[in-house]
C-alpha cells in the first residue's frame, strides 16, 4: 500500500516566520502535487513537480520533488494570515491519467 | 471558466437510510473522480471514470456504494444503505487528460446520525 506521510501535522507561527512542511513516502511517484484547502471547500491546486530533483516558486512558496520522487517539501517564506490552511501533498500513480493519494495534511496557522 | 459543480452541499440522514451526491465536471474533462474525506483526514479515493468508463473502483465499498457516469458528463454517487462511518465530505473533482492538475468541487457534507 502506498502510504504519503506529511509533517507536522500542525503548525501555529507568526506573521513573518519561515516555515517548512514534509511529504514522504516508501513509494515512487510520478507526479507529486501540492493543495491548499480551506474550511468548506475543496482542496485548490498549488503546483505539480514531475522531474526528481525539480524545485518551483511561487510567490512567496517553495516547493522541492526528491531525486528519488519520493518525497517532497513545502517551504513558505515570511508566512501571511492568508497563508493559514490545510496544506495536502499527493502522489501521482499512472502519470496524468492516473490517480492521486494524498497525505493526512498540514494544518497551517499564520497568526497576525 | 465555470467550476466543479457539487450538490447538496450538506445532507444529513439517519443511518440505513439511503442518499445521492451529483457532480457536474469542467466542461472537457474526460477524467473524474469521487473521494471521501474523513474529518481529519486527506482525501480517498473512491472511484475514477475515463468518459463514461470506471478506470479504478478499488477502494470503493460497493455493497454500499455505488457511481455512474452517464453520457461522459455529470456523475451520481448513492450510498445504500449509509451507516454512521459514512460522515464525511465527498469531493468530486475533474481533470484534462492532458493535464495533472485536479479541479475539486465544494463537497458534499454528510452527516450520518
Known amino acids: 500500500t502506498q502510504l504519503l506521510e506529511q509533517s507536522p501535522q500542525f503548525l501555529s507561527i507568526q506573521e513573518g516566520e519561515n516555515l517548512t512542511v514534509y511529504c514522504n513516502s516508501s513509494?515512487?511517484?510520478?507526479?507529486l502535487q501540492w493543495y491548499r484547502q480551506e474550511p468548506g471547500e475543496g482542496p485548490v491546486l498549488l503546483v505539480t513537480?514531475?522531474?526528481?530533483?525539480e524545485v518551483k516558486k511561487l510567490k512567496r512558496l517553495t516547493f522541492q520533488f526528491g531525486d528519488a520522487r519520493k518525497d517532497s517539501s513545502l517551504h513558505i517564506t515570511a508566512a501571511q494570515p492568508g497563508d493559514t490552511g490545510l496544506y495536502l501533498c499527493?502522489?501521482?500513480?499512472?502519470?496524468?491519467?492516473?490517480?492521486?493519494?494524498f497525505g493526512k495534511g498540514t494544518k497551517l496557522s499564520v497568526k497576525p | 471558466e465555470a467550476g466543479v459543480a457539487q450538490s447538496p452541499r450538506y445532507k444529513i440522514i439517519e443511518k440505513r437510510q439511503s442518499v445521492a451526491f451529483w457532480c457536474n465536471p469542467i466542461?472537457?474533462?474526460?477524467?473524474l473522480y469521487w473521494y471521501q474525506q474523513i474529518l481529519g483526514q486527506g482525501p480517498k479515493l473512491l472511484i475514477q471514470?475515463?468518459?463514461?468508463?470506471?478506470?479504478?473502483d478499488s477502494q470503493l465499498p460497493k455493497d454500499r456504494f455505488s457511481a455512474e457516469r452517464l453520457k461522459g458528463v455529470d456523475s451520481t454517487l448513492k450510498i445504500q444503505p449509509a451507516k454512521l462511518e459514512d460522515s464525511a465530505v465527498y469531493l468530486c473533482?475533474?481533470?484534462?487528460?492532458?493535464?495533472?492538475?485536479?479541479?475539486f468541487g465544494s463537497g458534499t457534507r454528510l452527516t450520518v446520525v
Open positions: 499527493a502522489g501521482g500513480r499512472g502519470g496524468s491519467q492516473g490517480n492521486l493519494i
Open positions: 473533482a475533474s481533470s484534462h487528460s492532458d493535464s495533472y492538475g485536479y479541479t
Open positions: 466542461s472537457g474533462h474526460a477524467t
Open positions: 471514470f475515463q468518459n463514461n468508463g470506471v478506470v479504478d
Open positions: 513537480v514531475v522531474t526528481g530533483g
Open positions: 513509494s515512487v511517484f510520478s507526479s
